[in-house]
């Protein structure tokens, strides 16, 4: 209420919020309910100097959550309304205030996968539900912040406060099925994609424009692009090279080095029809990619084609049909079709597939799928 026009949270964060609280946190019960207002009325006894000198010395004022939970843990009835709670959401507190997490260095990077092991190794006891409650109170805490500025709802969560919070939030959440290094790192490539202004490298490049073509539109299917890619490195790097090269070519260098671009056409199709063959799978997909670069290398472009159209349904139909009846995906002869539409800058390749004539196991695919 007390937060500018321009500034405030908008309709659609408001209802994030809302279904985040009653679908995941579940504040749908008196208990939780009165067990998440006791933790935030207590959470910042540790802060005061005196509470911590005479229950629990030896603490500093940076590490007052470690101390509250000391308190709590040998001198209960100092804290009433704690100790009246159920013994369920009693452990639930003490260990939400042992883990020490500092989320505002966690949206930083300032700290390491090892914070978010430990808030799994501690949380893992009270399940989903429990992680909820500590992520719960992470944001009521942050929602809080200008409190002694405004009584009038939260001043501090507005839209801007909000994005930058909802990554990190959301992060968290990922504890519940995925493990600390990998959550961390998963939050790490979503909050530097959005400040990234160029790519990392050549590689990083051919990588994402794969992970496109691929349709890849989660952490396991862009997982399998990536490991296929990695491999496809790791078994021969001059080939990695020049398919790296082909994918980044956008044409701006014709000139001076006669790079072209390259459109792939039913390049989706082809990856995709190679992901549900097993006989196939994205690696060979990758060595085809490969070998179609190669074939469109031999053609003769003239000095006014910037673009090279490359048709490759005749693959993307062999990446479904290939196998052991048909014959081995890699044993397919290339060759490349002219197309007499070719005109002005654009120059039009259309490949052609000759399918293996009888059934061998071919020694390529076999040490690309070792």
């Given at each position: 209420?007390?937060?500018?026009?321009?500034?405030?949270?908008?309709?659609?964060?408001?209802?994030?919020?809302?279904?985040?609280?009653?679908?995941?946190?579940?504040?749908?019960?008196?208990?939780?309910?009165?067990?998440?207002?006791?933790?935030?009325?207590?959470?910042?006894?540790?802060?005061?100097?005196?509470?911590?000198?005479?229950?629990?010395?030896?603490?500093?004022?940076?590490?007052?959550?470690?101390?509250?939970?000391?308190?709590?843990?040998?001198?209960p009835q100092v804290v009433p309304s704690y100790k009246r709670?159920?013994?369920?959401?009693?452990?639930?507190?003490?260990?939400?205030?042992?883990?020490?997490?500092?989320?505002?260095?966690?949206?930083?990077?300032?700290?390491?996968?090892?914070?978010?092991?430990?808030?799994?190794?501690?949380?893992?006891?009270?399940?989903?539900?429990?992680?909820?409650?500590?992520?719960?109170?992470?944001?009521?805490?942050?929602?809080?912040?200008?409190?002694?500025?405004?009584?009038?709802?939260?001043?501090?969560?507005?839209?801007?406060?909000?994005?930058?919070?909802?990554?990190?939030?959301?992060?968290?959440?990922?504890?519940?099925?995925?493990?600390?290094?990998?959550?961390?790192?998963?939050?790490?490539?979503?909050?530097?994609?959005?400040?990234?202004?160029?790519?990392?490298?050549?590689?990083?490049?051919?990588?994402?424009?794969?992970?496109?073509?691929?349709?890849?539109?989660?952490?396991?299917?862009?997982?399998?692009?990536?490991?296929?890619?990695?491999?496809?490195?790791?078994?021969?790097?001059?080939?990695?090279?020049?398919?790296?090269?082909?994918?980044?070519?956008?044409?701006?260098?014709?000139?001076?080095?006669?790079?072209?671009?390259?459109?792939?056409?039913?390049?989706?199709?082809?990856?995709?029809?190679?992901?549900?063959?097993?006989?196939?799978?994205?690696?060979?997909?990758?060595?085809?990619?490969?070998?179609?670069?190669?074939?469109?290398?031999?053609?003769?472009?003239?000095?006014?084609?910037?673009?090279?159209?490359?048709?490759?349904?005749?693959?993307?139909?062999?990446?479904?049909?290939?196998?052991?009846?048909?014959?081995?995906?890699?044993?397919?002869?290339?060759?490349?079709?002219?197309?007499?539409?070719?005109?002005?800058?654009?120059?039009?390749?259309?490949?052609?597939?000759?399918?293996?004539?009888?059934?061998?196991?071919?020694?390529?695919?076999?040490?690309?799928?070792?």
């Amino acid at each position: 209420r007390n937060q500018e026009q321009d500034e405030q949270l908008s309709k659609q964060s408001w209802a994030w919020i809302q279904d985040w609280i009653s679908t995941i946190v579940k504040l749908s019960t008196s208990e939780v309910v009165d067990a998440i207002l006791v933790f935030m009325a207590i959470h910042a006894l540790g802060k005061i100097k005196e509470f911590r000198s005479e229950f629990v010395n030896g603490f500093s004022a940076s590490m007052h959550d470690i101390a509250l939970a000391r308190v709590l843990e040998s001198k209960p009835q100092v804290v009433p309304s704690y100790k009246r709670l159920t013994q369920k959401y009693q452990d639930l507190i003490k260990d939400s205030l042992s883990v020490d997490f500092q989320f505002s260095q966690f949206l930083q990077a300032e700290n390491t996968p090892l914070a978010l092991k430990v808030i799994q190794d501690r949380m893992r006891r009270h399940g989903d539900d429990g992680l909820a409650f500590f992520c719960f109170r992470i944001f009521a805490q942050t929602c809080g912040k200008l409190g002694s500025k405004s009584l009038k709802g939260s001043e501090f969560m507005n839209e801007a406060q909000f994005m930058r919070f909802k990554p990190g939030l959301e992060a968290l959440l990922e504890l519940r099925t995925r493990d600390a290094v990998e959550t961390y790192n998963n939050f790490l490539l979503l909050r530097g994609s959005k400040a990234m202004s160029r790519f990392a490298s050549p590689e990083h490049q051919a990588l994402s424009r794969l992970l496109t073509l691929s349709e890849a539109y989660d952490h396991e299917a862009g997982n399998e692009v990536c490991e296929a890619f990695d491999k496809f490195k790791a078994k021969d790097l001059s080939k990695f090279n020049s398919l790296t090269k082909w994918l980044n070519a956008d044409g701006s260098k014709k000139d001076t080095t006669g790079e072209r671009a390259y459109v792939l056409c039913d390049a989706p199709l082809l990856l995709q029809n190679a992901r549900c063959n097993p006989e196939v799978g994205y690696l060979c997909a990758l060595h085809m990619l490969y070998l179609v670069q190669q074939k469109c290398a031999e053609e003769p472009l003239e000095h006014e084609h910037v673009r090279v159209v490359v048709n490759l349904r005749s693959v993307a139909e062999w990446a479904k049909d290939a196998g052991l009846r048909r014959g081995n995906f890699l044993q397919a002869e290339l060759s490349v079709r002219g197309d007499a539409h070719s005109q002005g800058d654009t120059k039009i390749m259309t490949l052609e597939v000759e399918r293996p004539r009888t059934v061998g196991v071919d020694s390529l695919q076999g040490e690309l799928e070792a």
